[in-house]
Structures are given as structure tokens and as C-alpha cells.
């Protein structure tokens, strides 16, 4: 049973920057995928960002591309979200996510994070 536990989300004015973290427990298959996804309110949850379990095969949603920059540290078994440039439009309850392949669609992971929120203020 993968165990994920987010942190790092608060509220920052826009051009701000957070760096969200997402620990896995130690039952976690080293080989697992890591994707970062979001949720605002009323909207369907919509992929961030991903990096495979070597640290290769990094995507970004065209939205944070350029701004976002995801990355993992293998020996805490964590992955990173650092958030640059930060818009109202971020505004959203962040999730992690592992699964098996490096995917952009919410059904390609099949464990999940209990969210953390981030709120960017105009």
C-alpha cells in the first residue's frame, strides 16, 4: 500500500513561489512514477506535471511550463513541485500521485495524496 503525504501549499500573491513536497512511505516501490495533478473548485482534477522513478521522462502541462519545475530525491523518497511565477489562476488543492507508467491522465496512477492547498492572491 503506497502511503503519500503533501506539504508545502499556503497562500502567496501572485509572482510569488511555494515548493510543495510529497512524501512517500517507505513500503513504496522504489520503480514508481510521480505525477503532480490539481483541483479548483467545481473543475475536474487536471495533470501538473510528472517524472518517471529514474528522474527522466519529465512532462508539464502547457500551463506551468516554464514556471513549474518538478524533480525527486530517490534516498527520501520525495518528490518536489517548485512553483515560480505564481498566478491567481494556480489557485487549486494539489495532489501527488504514483502509478505505473509516466502518464498525464488522472486514471494512469493508482495512489494518491491527501492534497494540500494552495491559494495565490491577486
Known amino acids: 500500500q503506497v502511503h503519500l503525504v503533501e506539504s508545502g501549499g499556503g497562500l502567496v500573491q501572485a509572482g510569488g513561489s511555494l515548493r510543495l513536497s510529497c512524501a512517500a512511505s517507505?513500503?513504496?516501490?522504489?520503480?514508481?512514477?510521480m505525477g503532480w495533478f490539481r483541483q479548483a473548485p467545481g473543475q475536474e482534477r487536471e495533470f501538473v506535471a510528472t517524472?518517471?522513478?529514474?528522474?527522466?521522462?519529465?512532462r508539464y502541462a502547457d500551463s506551468v511550463k516554464g514556471r513549474f519545475t518538478i524533480s525527486r530525491d530517490g534516498a527520501k523518497n520525495t518528490v518536489y513541485l517548485q512553483m515560480n511565477r505564481l498566478k491567481p489562476e494556480d489557485t487549486a488543492v494539489y495532489y501527488c500521485?504514483?502509478?505505473?507508467?509516466?502518464?498525464?491522465?488522472?486514471?494512469?496512477?493508482?495512489?494518491w495524496g491527501q492534497g494540500t492547498q494552495v491559494t495565490v492572491s491577486s
Open positions: 517507505e513500503r513504496t516501490q522504489i520503480s514508481r512514477n
Open positions: 500521485a504514483t502509478g505505473p507508467v509516466v502518464g498525464v491522465t488522472v486514471a494512469q496512477y493508482d495512489s
Open positions: 517524472i518517471s522513478w529514474y528522474g527522466g521522462g519529465i
